[in-house]
């Protein structure tokens, strides 16, 4: 049995790292709010950007010929954006991810397609280059909080492998955020954009209107071909939201645990150290007694 | 100027509204020019560039904006100027400015280079968005 002095030097030891564990679980809480409040900003901006797309692209006489609209008869690469967090201590939050990812790889290979990576996330990064994979592109830095700037770079580098015929496919591969207890990875078609997103249904019709009296300056084909870029790096975004928010909730999570089993340590080391304790006076009387025996005997 | 009606105005990126509220006029850099709009315009789609958007809250206050490229919207009579930032005339941060002019141009660079195709022309109204920021704060 281990000594008295060891079991308080690993009691300390489970208290300080509880410490730190609650703090970390406190600091992710006080963000995760931050971060919910940053995915509820960007629904305007995305739903109004959406009905505009709708809109324009009902004017414009033809469409199909954009670049990001138009899907290949035949796939040969594809394009993986991996996204996740800078650090880990977030329970399954990366390797979920990068399993993911990894399972949609061997797919793509079974197909006899090549599979390029692009890693957002300095967990990501250094995964992939530790198996060695070449990446396509990597971002880092932001994955706490993420600024549209950062989805337009991600958003760019994707629209330039599409656009140059490098890949005939991009998908997005991230932790969504549904509830602070509940996050799921998510895998959504980037590129080529769906054109399904343009065709509205009938209710937004109605909404919107005769379309036919907007004025349009400059004609809609030409403004269509700078939203769908925009349309692109939105999606995108909403996407480092959610796994920011993710990254939080599950980071939450995982500390909570932890500090519960430290506790659980901590209780079952105070009772061996009861014991080991009484124990011991056992003994010590045992020996006096006897002692005393040995004298009166 | 004469009194005009009020009709609601937001001006939206996608980090959040940075004006939301009944305003007399609104002016917004149009890719042709300015465009001005005041209550009961006729529904339009338009580009804008970077620059300067003005809202007219009546009584002669004005607030202005900083803008980037984006979109803007006149639908039953109401205003939504679609934008990649924002930043009250007030509020400019030089240091954050400065930041986005080096990312911009590190990025037209290797446009230039032939390194990447990104759209150039964002890119440019993104260095404007910049320069104009710098400009009102006195920074540059």
């Given at each position: 049995?281990?000594?008295?002095?060891?079991?308080?030097?690993?009691?300390?030891?489970?208290?300080?790292?509880?410490?730190?564990?609650?703090?970390?679980?406190?600091?992710?809480?006080?963000r995760?709010?931050?971060?919910?409040?940053?995915?509820?900003?960007m629904r305007?901006?995305?739903?109004?950007?959406?009905?505009?797309?709708?809109?324009?692209a009902?004017?414009?006489?033809?469409?199909?010929?954009?670049?990001?609209?138009?899907?290949?008869?035949?796939?040969k690469?594809?394009?993986?954006?991996?996204?996740?967090?800078?650090?880990g201590l977030?329970?399954?939050?990366?390797?979920?991810?990068?399993?993911?990812?990894?399972?949609?790889?061997?797919?793509?290979?079974?197909?006899?397609?090549?599979?390029v990576?692009?890693?957002v996330?300095?967990?990501g990064?250094?995964?992939?280059?530790?198996?060695?994979?070449e990446?396509?592109?990597?971002?880092?830095?932001?994955?706490?909080?993420?600024?549209?700037h950062?989805?337009?770079?991600?958003?760019?580098?994707?629209?330039?492998?599409?656009?140059?015929?490098?890949?005939?496919?991009v998908?997005?591969?991230?932790?969504?955020?549904?509830?602070?207890?509940?996050?799921?990875?998510?895998?959504t078609?980037?590129?080529?954009?769906?054109?399904?997103?343009?065709?509205?249904?009938e209710?937004?019709?109605?909404?919107?209107?005769?379309?036919?009296?907007f004025?349009?300056?400059?004609?809609?084909?030409?403004?269509?071909?700078?939203?769908?870029p925009?349309?692109?790096?939105t999606?995108?975004?909403?996407a480092l939201?959610?796994?920011?928010?993710?990254?939080?909730a599950?980071?939450?999570?995982?500390?909570?645990?932890?500090?519960?089993?430290?506790?659980e340590?901590?209780?079952?080391?105070?009772?061996?150290?009861n014991?080991a304790?009484?124990?011991?006076?056992?003994?010590e009387i045992?020996?006096?007694?006897?002692?005393?025996?040995?004298l009166?005997? | 100027?004469?009194?005009?009606?009020?009709?609601?105005?937001?001006?939206?990126?996608?980090?959040?509204?940075a004006?939301?509220?009944?305003?007399e006029?609104?002016?917004?850099?149009?890719?042709?020019?300015?465009?001005?709009?005041?209550?009961?315009h006729?529904?339009?789609?338009?580009m804008?560039?970077?620059?300067?958007?003005?809202?007219?809250?009546?009584?002669?206050?004005?607030?202005?904006?900083?803008?980037?490229p984006?979109?803007?919207?006149?639908?039953?009579?109401?205003a939504?100027?679609l934008?990649?930032d924002?930043?009250?005339?007030?509020?400019?941060?030089?240091?954050?400015?400065?930041k986005?002019?080096?990312d911009?141009?590190?990025?037209?660079?290797?446009?230039?280079?032939?390194?990447?195709?990104?759209d150039?022309?964002?890119?440019?109204?993104?260095?404007?968005h910049?320069?104009?920021?710098?400009?009102?704060?006195?920074a540059?």
């Amino acid at each position: 049995m281990a000594s008295l002095q060891d079991l308080r030097r690993r009691i300390a030891s489970v208290r300080n790292t509880r410490k730190i564990t609650k703090a970390l679980e406190l600091v992710a809480g006080a963000r995760l709010r931050r971060a919910q409040n940053r995915i509820e900003e960007m629904r305007p901006y995305a739903d109004r950007m959406q009905e505009l797309m709708v809109g324009t692209a009902r004017a414009a006489s033809s469409f199909r010929n954009l670049a990001l609209l138009q899907q290949r008869d035949e796939v040969k690469r594809v394009a993986l954006v991996v996204v996740t967090g800078d650090r880990g201590l977030a329970g399954p939050f990366n390797g979920q991810v990068l399993r993911r990812g990894f399972e949609l790889e061997r797919e793509a290979r079974k197909e006899g397609q090549e599979v390029v990576w692009l890693a957002v996330g300095r967990k990501g990064a250094s995964t992939l280059r530790f198996r060695r994979y070449e990446l396509e592109g990597q971002w880092a830095g932001f994955a706490d909080k993420p600024g549209y700037h950062d989805a337009q770079a991600v958003g760019h580098k994707a629209a330039e492998l599409y656009e140059s015929g490098e890949v005939d496919r991009v998908v997005l591969v991230y932790n969504r955020f549904e509830s602070a207890l509940v996050q799921r990875v998510t895998t959504t078609e980037l590129l080529p954009i769906r054109q399904d997103v343009l065709a509205s249904d009938e209710s937004a019709e109605e909404k919107a209107g005769p379309s036919a009296d907007f004025i349009y300056e400059p004609e809609p084909e030409e403004i269509l071909q700078r939203l769908l870029p925009v349309y692109l790096e939105t999606e995108i975004y909403r996407a480092l939201l959610e796994s920011a928010a993710a990254f939080l909730a599950s980071q939450m999570t995982a500390m909570r645990n932890a500090s519960k089993n430290a506790g659980e340590l901590i209780d079952s080391l105070t009772l061996s150290l009861n014991r080991a304790r009484q124990a011991e006076i056992t003994q010590e009387i045992l020996e006096v007694v006897a002692g005393a025996d040995a004298l009166t005997g | 100027m004469a009194d005009h009606p009020l009709f609601p105005v937001s001006v939206v990126t996608p980090e959040g509204a940075a004006f939301e509220g009944d305003a007399e006029m609104l002016i917004v850099p149009g890719q042709a020019g300015e465009i001005g709009v005041l209550a009961r315009h006729a529904p339009l789609v338009a580009m804008l560039k970077a620059g300067s958007t003005r809202v007219h809250l009546g009584d002669g206050e004005v607030r202005e904006f900083a803008t980037g490229p984006g979109f803007f919207q006149v639908l039953e009579s109401r205003a939504i100027a679609l934008v990649d930032d924002a930043v009250a005339a007030g509020e400019i941060d030089a240091a954050r400015a400065r930041k986005q002019l080096e990312d911009a141009q590190a990025e037209l660079e290797k446009v230039e280079a032939g390194e990447s195709t990104a759209d150039r022309w964002q890119l440019e109204q993104r260095i404007r968005h910049a320069e104009n920021q710098l400009e009102v704060s006195g920074a540059s």
